[in-house]
Structure formats: C-alpha cells, structure tokens
C-alpha cells in the first residue's frame, strides 16, 4: 500500500539525492544499486541500508494512514524583514527554492493516523534552502503543536536541517525560543513530543525542539549537532573522538533514546504512541 504510493510521488531531481535514471551510486557503500529498489525500501540501499535524503512528501506517506493526512498552512509564505542580499536578494532566493520543491517553505504540517492514533506532525524539507529555520518553519511548526495540545494529540517532528535562516537574523532565532514554549505548554498538558532526527539536524534546530522530545529518536549514522566539527576543533584546538557528531556516538553517549531504521520507524511509532496514549479510538 505504501509502497503504491509512494510511487506516486514524483522522484526528486536533485544530483546528490536519488538522480533520474535506473541506476543510483551510494554514498554508503559505493555500489551502484537499482534506484526503483531504494525507492521501494523508503530510499534506503539494498546493500549497506544507507539512508539517502527522502522528500518530506515522501515521508509523509510513509509514516501516515492512507486517506488520512490534512495538511495545514501550506501557503504561508516568508517576508523579506531585513532586506537580506547576499549574491540575490531573499525574495529571490526563496522563490527560486519553492521553483525547485514546490513548496512555499521548508516544512510540511497536519495531522492523520498514525496506526490508527491520530497524530500531529511536521516534516522538515531539507531540500528548501538546507531545510533552514525562518519565520515560517517557526510559525508552522508552533501552530501544529498548538493543534495538537488543543485536540489532546501526540505532537511529532521530523527534523533535517542545517539550523536557523540567516536571511532573517534575529527572526529566525526567535524561532527556537517560540517553538520551545509551545512544546512547554503540550507537556504541561501531559501530552507526548517525539522528536525524529535525520541526517542531517544542526544548529538552532538542535538547539531547541529536536532535542526537546520525550522520546528522541535518531535515523542511523545521520549527522547531529550545534556547531560544525570543524570550526569545534579549532576553537577547543584538540581531535574530536571517533564518529563524533553521529547517531551512534549521541546515542553511546545518552542523549538519544532509540536508532530506529527508516523501514521500522512508523511501527516503531506505533508503539511508543499506543504505550503512552493507549488504543486508538
Ligand atoms: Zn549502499
């Protein structure tokens, strides 16, 4: 059923993703593997099940009962606050990215079943712009909580990102501080946050509601954390440890719950959810 639907959705054309063509090369492995089998096994290989990026319309299928999903404030579109250029202007920049996603912003929101429970949830499209955070993530995302505390839902956010929009400077951070206030007033309601965090989440979006879960769990070997491992090894001027930054390491390391590979995460939900909110209605 999945699978039939998935095929609906049209194949992302990005280069670096799951290009055009029978045939696909992993990043994981290096094996050139056939696509329509990645596609089929929710853009994972074969081989070494590296997880390639997935469209956030994709995921959306993936984790959500067929007939169920509503989406909410997909028109929301960006201002232009500071009257931000760097190379073109930010009017430009985002129209050039809703061109290339047909998306008006960087994140997808609603609700549907989840197994039968009723769910709110927003995905992240790191293929708007790095999946970066400005006024409309923030806003959609805080929306879509306040929707699910009002209607006693399960919240889930899908994170991919590389952080907060430059494009709107102080905007952007206020972003963390508002989504983070929103999931305050759903846990006051004893109400569950799950927070997925898939390769890669950074910065401004890890600093505030992807690691602010009742249950945080991590797609395997993504890429995680604030700053860069760069810039943190020359600012503490001392090597980093083995597969720092990664899924594994966070989770050694307590600050993730589960890894949970993509074709078992909607079960896995499942059960988290039906544990801390009982049968489905
Ligand atoms: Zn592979």
């Given at each position: 059923m999945v699978l039939e639907r998935l095929r609906r959705t049209t194949p992302t054309k990005d280069p670096k993703k799951i290009p055009d063509g029978l045939w696909l090369k992993c990043p994981g492995c290096a094996k050139?593997?056939?696509?329509?089998?990645?596609?089929?096994?929710?853009?994972?290989c074969p081989e070494c099940n590296h997880h390639f990026k997935m469209p956030s319309r994709r995921r959306v299928i993936s984790l959500i009962d067929e007939g169920t999903w509503t989406e909410w404030d997909a028109d929301l579109t960006s201002g232009d606050p500071l009257g931000f250029v760097d190379g073109k202007s930010y009017p430009e920049r985002i129209a050039q990215q809703?061109?290339?996603?047909?998306?008006?912003?960087?994140?997808v929101t609603g609700t549907g079943k989840l197994a039968g429970h009723a769910v709110g949830l927003g995905v992240m499209e790191f293929d708007f712009n790095g999946g970066s955070m400005g006024s409309v993530v923030g806003e959609k995302l805080t929306r879509m909580i306040e929707k699910s505390t009002a209607s006693r839902m399960p919240a889930i956010i899908l994170s991919a990102s590389g952080g907060a929009r430059m494009q709107e400077g102080a905007i952007s951070l206020m972003q963390m501080t508002k989504t983070s206030a929103a999931l305050a007033r759903h846990a006051e309601k004893r109400l569950p946050y799950i927070s997925i965090l898939t390769n890669p989440t950074m910065a401004g979006v890890m600093a505030s509601y992807a690691s602010l879960g009742d249950i945080i769990i991590a797609e395997?070997?993504?890429?995680?954390?604030?700053?860069?491992?760069?810039?943190?090894?020359?600012?503490?001027?001392?090597?980093?440890?083995?597969?720092?930054?990664?899924?594994?390491?966070l989770f050694k390391h307590g600050q993730l719950d589960l890894i949970v590979p993509r074709q078992e995460m909607k079960t896995e939900l499942a059960r988290i959810i039906g544990y801390l909110m009982g049968k489905p209605n």
């Open positions: 050139t593997v056939f696509k329509r089998l990645v596609e089929e096994r929710l853009d994972t809703q061109a290339k996603t047909g998306m008006k912003d960087a994140v395997p070997k993504a890429l995680i954390g604030f700053t860069g491992a760069r810039v943190i090894q020359e600012t503490i001027k001392q090597e980093l440890p083995e597969g720092f930054q990664t899924s594994e390491f």
